[in-house]
């Protein structure tokens, strides 16, 4: 169970801080409630207390994974999929995993595909999602701006895709 104050990351969605746990009627039925707000787009979500580890609700990650998750952005290209349906549903799956590496993963594989060949609107829209995850995260971890962390991410991907020039 988590706790206001709680900093927590919502696979699919982001990380962001409990602001309140609230008990709503939704449908005729009564439930807790964590109200996360996220740093990201100012948005705030309701995750029922009940089923919250069964959809990889955890806590946001700490400063010194952060490097580590900052080398992943540098690593080397993984393999990829030429199917366009198939690479597509194997990078959803990472990033449905809520595991911030594998996220990186996608955001680093993506945009060295997008600069080797360009991407698709599916998978544009995919690592623009797959980024504003990362950024949420990393925003909380750090505990900096937006601004800053998004500098970070885009100073890491330069280097890699100075590779393929």
Do not use: C
Request: charged share 30%; aromatic share 6%.
């Amino acid at each position: 169970m988590f706790n206001v104050g709680d900093k927590i990351v919502y696979p699919m969605h982001g990380a962001g801080i409990i602001e309140s746990i609230e008990e709503r009627e939704i449908l005729g039925t009564k439930q807790k409630y964590y109200v996360m707000k996220m740093p990201v787009g100012d948005i705030k979500v309701m995750i029922p207390t009940n089923n919250a580890q069964d959809i990889g609700i955890r806590e946001v990650i700490d400063k010194d994974e952060t490097e580590q998750v900052l080398g992943t952005l540098e690593g080397n290209y993984t393999y990829m999929n030429a199917n366009w349906n198939k690479r597509y549903r194997e990078n959803m799956d990472k990033i449905k995993s809520g595991n911030i590496f594998e996220v990186a993963d996608v955001v680093r594989n993506l945009a060295y595909r997008d600069k080797e060949k360009g991407l698709s609107t599916g998978e544009r829209k995919m690592l623009n999602n797959a980024r504003q995850i990362l950024v949420s995260e990393l925003v909380l971890a750090n505990e900096l701006e937006q601004s800053e962390v998004e500098k970070m991410i885009n100073a890491k991907l330069n280097n890699i895709t100075e590779y393929l020039a």
